[in-house]
Nanobody, 120 residues
Framework: QVQLVESGGGLVQAGGSLRLSCAASGSIFSTNAMGWYRQAPGKQRELVAVITSIGTINYADSVKGRFTISRDNAKNTVYLQMISLKPEDTAVYYC??????????????WGRGTQVTVSS
């Protein structure tokens, strides 16, 4: 079984920065794409950024130039560095990972989410 645990959310003023982390744990053979999604109240969950195992990255247009996704394959961890935060970035941020367990079973897992609140 694979678990994803996020950390790093919080309350920040507009223009501030936060760094989110998400670590995958369990009996992991490899991780493929890892990414961040967010869901604001009353809205659908949306992609923020995704990074493949070879480093190919995609960002939502709304965060390009402000957010940076990275990963440490040795630690099965993905990061999201967020700068120049805006009130509209307020949401619950969820980690997502495509993981192959040592059993050969493939999991596409979600973390429980971490709240990011940006005050104006």
């Amino acid at each position: 079984q694979v678990q994803l645990v996020e950390s790093g959310g919080g309350l920040v003023q507009a223009g501030g920065s936060l760094r989110l982390s998400c670590a995958a744990s369990g009996s992991i053979f490899s991780t493929n794409a890892m990414g961040w999604y967010r869901q604001a109240p009353g809205k659908q969950r949306e992609l923020v950024a995704v990074i493949t195992s070879i480093g190919t990255i995609n960002y939502a247009d709304s965060v390009k130039g402000r957010f940076t996704i990275s990963r440490d394959n040795a630690k099965n961890t993905v990061y999201l560095q967020m700068i120049s935060l805006k009130p509209e970035d307020t949401a619950v941020y969820y980690c997502n990972a495509d993981v192959i367990a040592k059993t050969g079973v493939r999991y596409i897992d979600w973390g429980r989410g971490t709240q990011v609140t940006v005050s104006s």
